[in-house]
């Protein structure tokens, strides 16, 4: 069974810029989650999808945002990109009836030059 | 503000020894509690998952939960040298409430 794909591996860009960072989920599950890893720092929450809609999001700005597609894999953008926002974008997955176990994908590392 | 506070590390231990890995939440009503371990570099892997009080075991990897105390833990026996790697402690209050991370605890296995 395939593991949750993402899409670039690396990506880089200049300030100001946007950013859209894409993501596959494990065959039969339906929730998506978007984290962002900041070097040294924890995982912080960003976006969660289920079902094409929006069910969580984390304390980041509006500048941050995503969408979940009929067949749930999902993207994330990110907008007017900051020198801040660099860091390893992680997408994870499960199952309708298992929300809590999360599967990570590989990452974005994302650079803002 | 719900947390989850773990000791960053580094904790260091000998290859062989058993290796004793702490988080505590704050969050009572919490349902569910993960340990993801991380190698440098990569994405977190799920290791375990546990949800009643009491210990969990799954080969050399043993999680144990106090619900009163807000007290999870990972005792990982035998420590190998493939063991070091950054360790998550993850706490899930139920319904659409998010997964909420620790920062991590750093493990270095000692050969």
């Known amino acids: 069974e395939a593991g949750v794909t993402q899409s670039p591996t690396h990506l880089i860009k200049t300030r100001g810029q946007q950013a859209t960072l894409r993501c596959s989920p494990i065959s039969g599950h339906t929730s998506v989650y978007w984290y962002q890893q900041a070097l040294g720092l924890g995982l912080q929450f960003l976006l969660w999808?289920?079902?094409?809609?929006?069910?969580n999001r984390g304390n980041f700005p509006p500048r941050f945002s995503g969408r979940q597609f009929p067949n749930y894999s999902s993207e994330l953008n990110v907008n007017a990109l900051e020198l801040e926002d660099s860091a390893l974008y992680l997408c994870?997955?499960?199952?309708?009836?298992?929300?809590?176990?999360?599967?990570f994908g590989p990452g974005t590392r994302l650079t803002v030059l | 503000q719900k947390e989850v506070e773990q000791n960053s590390g580094p904790l260091s231990v000998p290859e062989g020894a058993i290796a004793s890995l702490n988080c505590t939440y704050s969050d009572r009503g919490s349902q569910s509690f993960f340990w993801y371990r991380q190698y440098s570099g990569k994405s977190p892997e799920l290791i375990m998952s546990?949800?009643?009080?009491g210990d969990k075991e799954d080969g050399r990897f043993t999680a144990q939960l106090n619900k009163a105390s807000q007290y999870v833990s990972l005792l990982i026996r035998d420590s190998q040298p493939s063991d070091s790697a950054t360790y998550l402690c993850?706490?899930?209050?139920?319904?659409?409430?998010?997964?909420?991370f620790g920062i991590g605890t750093k493990l270095q296995v000692i050969p």
């Open positions: 993850a706490v899930n209050s139920g319904g659409y409430q998010k997964v909420t």
């Open positions: 999808y289920d079902e094409g809609e929006e069910r």
């Open positions: 546990i949800y009643s009080n």
């Open positions: 994870a997955s499960s199952k309708r009836q298992a929300q809590d176990t999360q599967y």
